[in-house]
């Protein structure tokens, strides 16, 4: 009676913070607020990313750090997002991708909580001197929390950090649009004589 309950409330969690976090503008509440509130996103003009994975599982061996790097990684490169190993300038952020999984004692399954948010390097007012990390994507929220059976786990992490991963990507790309292509002149048009009227 008690797995039941837990998987309502996983369920019901689940659903209210992906409802939260995406509003109809296809950004996210943190995002839209930002904007109303200061004009601006702290995404604009960030050139790169530095990914950061976090596994911290007691004894699943479903989930693997490395896997969920390369998901990560291989996500923000299709979005057309720079992936960094190192810092060349102040126009990159740190993503960072935390999974904390628990194993329920006596029953076939696990606590979990993922999260998904960007720090970046910042000054005071006061004395720009002072520089320091902090988190500037989302302005807040909470870690998606779940429940997931043994032999779903690594179904389940999959699911729900291509779910934050399209929130933050939409809300990247929203902040820095590309810039349309320039057409190319077809062979037709090149060798084509242009003719004076």
Same mark, same amino acid.
């Given at each position: 009676? $008690?797995?039941?309950?837990? +998987?309502?409330?996983?369920?019901?969690?689940?659903?209210?913070?992906?409802?939260? %976090?995406?509003?109809?503008?296809?950004?996210?509440?943190?995002?839209? =607020?930002?904007?109303?509130?200061?004009?601006? %996103?702290?995404? $604009?003009?960030?050139?790169?990313?530095?990914?950061? *994975?976090?596994?911290?599982?007691? !004894?699943?061996?479903?989930?693997?750090?490395?896997?969920?790097?390369?998901?990560?990684?291989?996500?923000?490169?299709?979005?057309?997002?720079? *992936?960094?190993?190192?810092?060349?300038? =102040?126009?990159?952020?740190?993503?960072? *991708?935390?999974?904390?999984?628990?194993?329920? $004692?006596?029953?076939?399954?696990?606590?979990?909580?993922?999260? *998904?948010?960007?720090?970046?390097?910042?000054?005071?007012? @006061?004395?720009?001197?002072?520089?320091? @990390?902090?988190?500037? +994507?989302?302005?807040?929220?909470?870690?998606?929390?779940?429940?997931?059976?043994?032999?779903?786990?690594?179904?389940?992490?999959? !699911?729900?950090?291509?779910?934050?991963?399209?929130?933050?990507?939409?809300?990247?790309?929203?902040?820095?649009?590309?810039?349309?292509?320039? @057409?190319?002149?077809?062979? !037709?048009?090149?060798?084509?004589?242009?003719?004076?009227?």
């Amino acid at each position: 009676m $008690k797995s039941k309950k837990y +998987w309502i409330l996983a369920a019901v969690v689940t659903c209210v913070s992906v409802f939260l %976090s995406m509003s109809v503008l296809g950004i996210s509440f943190g995002e839209k =607020n930002q904007l109303e509130i200061y004009g601006i %996103s702290t995404l $604009k003009g960030l050139k790169g990313v530095n990914v950061h *994975v976090f596994l911290f599982d007691d !004894e699943s061996t479903q989930v693997n750090r490395d896997t969920l790097q390369t998901k990560v990684e291989l996500e923000l490169r299709k979005a057309g997002i720079k *992936v960094v190993s190192d810092m060349p300038d =102040n126009n990159v952020g740190f993503l960072f *991708v935390v999974c904390q999984l628990d194993k329920a $004692k006596d029953l076939p399954m696990y606590y979990g909580a993922l999260s *998904v948010s960007l720090h970046q390097d910042i000054k005071l007012i @006061r004395n720009p001197k002072i520089m320091t @990390r902090a988190q500037t +994507w989302p302005l807040s929220k909470a870690p998606t929390i779940f429940i997931a059976g043994d032999k779903v786990l690594e179904q389940q992490v999959d !699911e729900i950090l291509t779910d934050l991963l399209d929130i933050f990507l939409n809300d990247y790309l929203a902040a820095n649009p590309k810039e349309p292509e320039k @057409r190319k002149p077809t062979f !037709e048009e090149l060798v084509k004589p242009k003719t004076n009227k």
